[in-house]
């Protein structure tokens, strides 16, 4: 594969720092913002950068990584523990609650759930020992599974397209492009208050323009820093929202 173009000014450390701030302001929007606001559809068009720009560093992270096998493994314990977290953030609650005298799971996972996914896909695409029509079988299963986690679908597929495109910008976005905008077309034909939907298209400006290729800092805390903070901010986002500021 030829060496990614440098004429960004953002490196991977500060790129990803940059759309964790993002995702805080889209959950911030959610648990205390009504979407129909104006103020509230601003807070989710920023949020829109998230999703895509983490699934194009889970490509660029398989690409690199020296052990696929631990970044999946790191990756896919985040998001079972993330889960505990996604849930009470969302519904107040820990995921296996008490219903009616029975137990009741609830099957709601978080970005890192369909990041993983995406991960796992692009590995079978790339390394799976079986014929190509199991491969595709594979990937929407994968699919599939993420309509459970947050994200679903889409950062599956702008994971495989990402590593598959890496060297071909054109195609790259092009293919992104296509995908977001059926995406929202679907979204928006739910009501207006979809509108921010469209921010998903800041993304291809975000980083074909601005990230550099570079990784940046090699220390351990800038590694571990989203893993962390995913959680950390949904727990404290959802004591907020459930204990102290309760609708």
Not at 66 to 82: P, Q
Request: glycine share 10%.
């Amino acid at each position: 594969m030829t060496t990614m173009a440098t004429k960004g000014f953002l490196s991977r450390d500060q790129l990803k720092y940059l759309v964790i701030a993002a995702m805080a302001i889209d959950h911030v929007a959610w648990g205390f913002v009504a979407t129909d606001s104006l103020l509230g559809q601003l807070m989710h068009v920023v949020g829109r950068l998230t999703g895509p720009t983490m699934a194009y560093f889970v490509a660029e992270g398989y690409y690199y990584t020296h052990s696929v096998k631990r970044y999946a493994l790191r990756l896919g314990v985040f998001a079972l523990l993330s889960w505990l977290a996604f849930v009470y953030f969302e519904h107040g609650t820990l995921p296996l609650v008490r219903v009616d005298g029975s137990l009741r799971l609830i099957p709601d996972f978080g970005v890192l759930y369909t990041l993983f996914l995406g991960l796992l896909a692009i590995w079978l695409l790339d390394k799976g020992k079986c014929p190509n029509g199991v491969k595709m079988l594979g990937i929407i299963g994968l699919c599939a599974l993420s309509l459970l986690g947050d994200w679903p679908i889409l950062d599956v597929l702008w994971c495989l397209l990402f590593f598959c495109n890496r060297d071909d910008p054109g195609k790259k976005w092009s293919a992104f492009c296509g995908i977001a905008a059926l995406a929202c077309v679907g979204m928006l034909s739910t009501g207006w208050n979809q509108l921010f939907q469209l921010g998903i298209f800041l993304v291809p400006l975000l980083l074909h323009f601005c990230y550099n290729g570079k990784g940046g800092s090699k220390r351990a805390f800038h590694k571990w820093f989203f893993y962390a903070f995913y959680p950390a901010h949904l727990v404290l986002l959802g004591v907020l929202r459930w204990a102290v500021f309760p609708l």
